[in-house]
C-alpha cells in the first residue's frame, strides 16, 4: 500500500476543526507524535533493507556423510510410534489395555 504524498493528501474537514480547536501545546504534540511515526516508519523501511549479506561457501564441507539409505523411504513405525494401535495387532491392543 503505498502512501499518499503531502500534496495528493487529503484532511476530512472535522480532523481539521478538531486539530484547530486545540490548544498551541496540544497542536505541537500532535506534531510531535507525527514526526515520531514518520521516524518509526523510516527506520522500519531501513530495517527491512539492511538484511546480512550471505557469505558464499561458508559451510563449505560441513556435511561429510550422507546414508546410502537416505532416498529409501521411513518405515511405518517411524511415522506412528512402536504403542499405535493403527498399527499394532489385537493382541498388542490388549496387552497395552491391561497395563
Not at 474537514?13 to 486539530?19: E, L, M, Q, Y
Not at 518509526?40 to 533493507?49: F, H, I, N, P
Request: charged residues 25%.
Amino acid at each position: 500500500m503505498a502512501t499518499p504524498s503531502a500534496q495528493s493528501l487529503v484532511i476530512p474537514d472535522d480532523v481539521v476543526a478538531n486539530f484547530q480547536a486545540l490548544s498551541p501545546e496540544q497542536r505541537q504534540q500532535i506534531f510531535d507524535f507525527a514526526e515520531f511515526l514518520v521516524h518509526q516508519q523510516k527506520k522500519a523501511g531501513e530495517a527491512q533493507v539492511a538484511q546480512p549479506k550471505r557469505i558464499r561457501d561458508l559451510d563449505k564441507g560441513a556435511v561429510i556423510w550422507i546414508s546410502d539409505d537416505f532416498d529409501e523411504p521411513l518405515p511405518d513405525d517411524f511415522w506412528f510410534g512402536e504403542t499405535d494401535p493403527l498399527m499394532m495387532t489385537d493382541e498388542q491392543v490388549q496387552q497395552l489395555r491391561k497395563s
